[in-house]
């Protein structure tokens, strides 16, 4: 079965770091376009990055530009999502989707909290 495994979120103190990673299982992420989106309670999902799916451009929201870095890895399969100065609106579900053309999958979520 063609999934994306996500994996990183936890509890972080303002001002900390974590990394996300978000593997395909069952097909390869190479020529997928990929995006990094988050929910918090009671707001509509956003897209915080995006990465093109055959070069290396990349797009960011306005609210983590300069904060998050979305890498990809097609040895791994992985996309990545390292998240640094992280700041309490920073809280929610995060999510990685890859599409290509009608293909299109979403990870199961994982949850970031930014709180001391």
């Known amino acids: 079965q063609s999934k994306l495994v996500e994996s990183g979120g936890g509890l972080v103190q303002p001002g900390g770091s974590l990394r996300l990673s978000c593997t395909a299982v069952?097909?390869?992420?190479?020529?997928?376009?990929i995006g990094w989106f988050r929910q918090a309670p009671g707001k509509e999902r956003e897209r915080v990055s995006c990465?093109?799916?055959?070069?290396?451009?990349?797009d960011y929201a306005d609210s983590v530009k300069g904060r998050f870095t979305i890498v990809r890895d097609n040895a791994k399969n992985t996309i990545y999502l390292q998240m640094t100065s992280l700041k309490p609106e920073d809280t929610a579900v995060y999510y990685c989707?890859?599409?290509?053309?009608?293909?299109?999958?979403w990870g199961q979520g994982t949850q970031v909290t930014v709180s001391s």
């Open positions: 989707n890859a599409g290509r053309g009608s293909l299109d999958y």
């Open positions: 990465i093109a799916s055959t070069s290396p451009t990349t």
């Open positions: 069952g097909f390869s992420l190479e020529y997928y376009a």
